[in-house]
């Protein structure tokens, strides 16, 4: 095993060495630390471990130095393989005679869509996707799409200089090669795209061609110009995959486009650089926007018809080194009503958070999470539980997200005079029994839903803590006293939210010991249990995750706690209490408890939760029945 990593050492530790970021002789000294390794390591974690580079350093020059870096060592660096599936490969490759991609993807250890962007990146030519309403149609004109179809491409864009870029599925194709060159003269700009786009996008075009031979048929035209035609289908392509942001963004040799899915960024596809000006344009003309100021940046709204809808879509233009980028928000994510059942907490934790704390007519109930947590989501649900007849809801929020029928709900608004505090004083003198304040911001905030309580309420607020003790300790830290904190404080729920398993191309997998050690479990008992993960399909962009889950971590004080919160004890000691007194479970068992139901994964938990200690066995964890659940982030 060492001698076959050492003899595809060289091009990574080549590229590091050729950014400054390692010396020759940190290269040397790294390559013989890999080599006595008993289990293989990537050559950049060597490096990070003896502290030669950072994670961050070693992800950049493999970025940078894609070309000129095997595909095998760019896949194992990227940490999107493993050493053991590229031996693996290797060895299917030589006894087979396939293609090293080939060879992975009959393992399962990459799916096609990642493996092409792949390809692409370390033959430095870009990735595109194409679809029929995305290729210039004037490319079009005279040409036959069975001649596409034999020869495996597409023609896609024409620059300034008359330069035709053409998509397609096989660089290494010299049939596909001559017949580019002789259709463009040797002139023809290459990027890689998906075989299957490539093909539907020739069988769309023959479509079209047939409907437009047969007088008898509506006038079918490509009626668009193609860059207009080009930003709707990106647009509408974000908002059917669910992006809530739009990243498009000019590179040395290409712009690169982006969504932002479930929290995460994934790249779409590579567009030519010519067409940055006139996409650049079109949004701006869409938004109201300058479209002869290219030095500034500037911000925007527009709207967009999506189907029956208008969907509302912010605008950012940021002025970079290669060219305006422009990045879109996408406002439709209608916020919908969950009820507390579809949340996702396990059944047991619902049980509790029920009778210990929404049931109860009074006291202070902090949700606290990072944004985009989905602590909103929870807050309102719980709201909505509590919303009867005999009890009037209050509100002042920043802004209202969702409106609640039977609540009295308030936007706060500075510039006109209806600010937090102003808000705050007088919705106590609005009779309520349910108070919702929308954040704790800060010392006086905290006191109001202190006082608020300690008069009989009931509040609700939102906390920026990365837990639920950090959310007590916060408090002290506020320098509101302990006793009363103890004494009106019932409930803290910290929350993340993780990605869930896409349900079309869900198949099973055991995780790699390094995983499970990160977590903190015990090898031999997870091994027991069956995993699952996404390979990758249409439905989750390649992905393979569709939705989102929460993991939570519910506090309810008992006396145990709320004297140790007297003794101003440690954040440590406080969740030891809290673990043995009230049966406290981590955000990162409860993600593990959701990975073991085939919800989520273990690399999502590690990626999302905070670090817990003292992890319970998995059995324990495991065996916490749970209620059924459903994605809170993919609604329709
Ligand atoms: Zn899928």
């Known amino acids: 095993m060492a001698k076959t990593v050492q003899k595809r050492r060289s091009a990574v530790g080549q590229a590091l060495v050729d950014e400054g970021v390692i010396t020759p002789e940190q290269l040397q000294r790294a390559l013989r630390v890999q080599s006595l390794l008993e289990e293989p390591k990537r050559l950049g974690e060597v490096l990070i471990e003896l502290g030669y580079a950072t994670r961050q350093a070693v992800t950049e020059a493999i970025t940078k130095h894609g070309v000129g870096i095997r595909l095998g060592d760019m896949l194992v660096e990227q940490g999107i393989i493993t050493l053991e599936a590229l031996d693996m490969a290797l060895a299917i490759q030589r006894g087979r005679g396939v293609r090293l991609g080939e060879a992975l993807i009959q393992l399962g250890a990459i799916n096609k869509h990642t493996l092409i962007h792949c390809i692409a990146h370390q033959a430095g030519v870009p990735f595109i996707e194409p679809t029929l309403s995305m290729i210039d149609p004037n490319l079009l004109r005279g040409v036959s799409p069975s001649y596409l179809t034999k020869h495996q491409f597409v023609p896609f864009s024409k620059n300034e200089e008359g330069r035709v870029t053409v998509v397609v599925s096989d660089l290494n194709n010299n049939d596909t090669r001559q017949a580019v060159d002789e259709m463009y003269q040797g002139n023809a700009i290459r990027a890689l795209g998906p075989e299957e786009a490539i093909c539907s996008s020739i069988e769309d075009f023959q479509r079209f061609r047939e409907k437009a031979e047969d007088k008898s048929a509506p006038d079918v035209q490509f009626a668009e110009d193609p860059v207009v035609a080009l930003v709707k289908y990106l647009f509408s392509q974000a908002i059917e ?14 712009i690169r486009v982006r969504y932002r899915i479930d929290g995460v960024l994934v790249h779409k596809t590579d567009l030519p650089l010519d067409l940055l000006p006139k996409i650049i344009s079109r949004i701006k003309i869409l938004a109201d926007c300058n479209i002869s100021e290219h030095q500034k940046h500037q911000g925007g709204r527009l709207l967009f018809a999506y189907g029956e809808k208008e969907i509302d879509m912010r605008l950012s233009i940021y002025v970079t080194v290669y060219g305006e980028s422009a990045v879109l928000r996408v406002l439709n994510k209608e916020l919908a009503l969950v009820s507390l059942d579809e949340l996702g907490m396990s059944a047991s934790m619902m049980e509790r958070y029920r009778t210990d704390v929404l049931d109860l007519s009074t006291g202070v109930v902090l949700i606290t999470g990072p944004t985009g947590s989905g602590k909103t989501t929870t807050m309102y ?19 209202v997200e969702f409106t ?3 609540i009295t709900q308030c936007s706060i608004f500075d510039k006109v005079g209806r600010s937090f505090e102003m808000s705050l004083r007088e919705m106590v003198r609005q009779d309520p029994d349910i108070i919702v304040m929308g954040e704790i911001r800060d010392k006086t905030t905290a006191q109001v839903a202190i006082q608020a309580a300690l008069t009989g309420h009931k509040v609700f607020s939102t906390f920026h803590t990365e837990d639920t003790i950090g959310g007590l300790l916060r408090l002290i830290d506020m320098e509101i006293e302990t006793f009363l904190i103890s004494s009106t404080v019932i409930s803290i729920v910290a929350q993340r939210l993780l990605r869930r398993i896409c349900q079309k191309c869900s198949a099973p997998y055991m995780p790699s010991a390094k995983e499970i050690q990160a977590v903190g479990l015990d090898i031999a008992e997870v091994r027991q249990y069956e995993y699952y993960r996404g390979r990758g399909c249409n439905h989750c962009a390649h992905t393979g995750y569709r939705g989102r889950v929460a993991a939570y971590e519910l506090l309810v004080l008992d006396e145990e706690v709320k004297e140790a919160i007297l003794q101003k004890k440690t954040a440590h ?10 049966g406290l479970v981590s955000m990162r068992e409860d993600g593990v408890a959701k990975v073991v139901k085939g919800l989520t994964t273990f690399e999502e938990v590690l990626n999302r939760t905070p670090r817990t200690f003292d992890m319970h066995p998995l059995r324990q964890i495991a065996s916490n029945t749970t209620a059924p659940q459903r994605a809170t982030g993919d609604k329709k």
Do not use: F, W
Not at 241 to 254: G, N
């Open 241 to 254: 995959q669910r992006a809530s942001d739009i990243h498009i963004e000019p590179m040395t040799d290409k």
């Open 381 to 399: 649900s719980s709201i909505d539980y509590c919303n009867d007849l005999s009890r009037k809801i209050i509100t002042a929020e920043d802004p």
């Open 404 to 406: 609640i029928e039977g």
């Open 573 to 582: 000691e406080i969740r030891k209490i809290s673990v043995e007194t009230t």
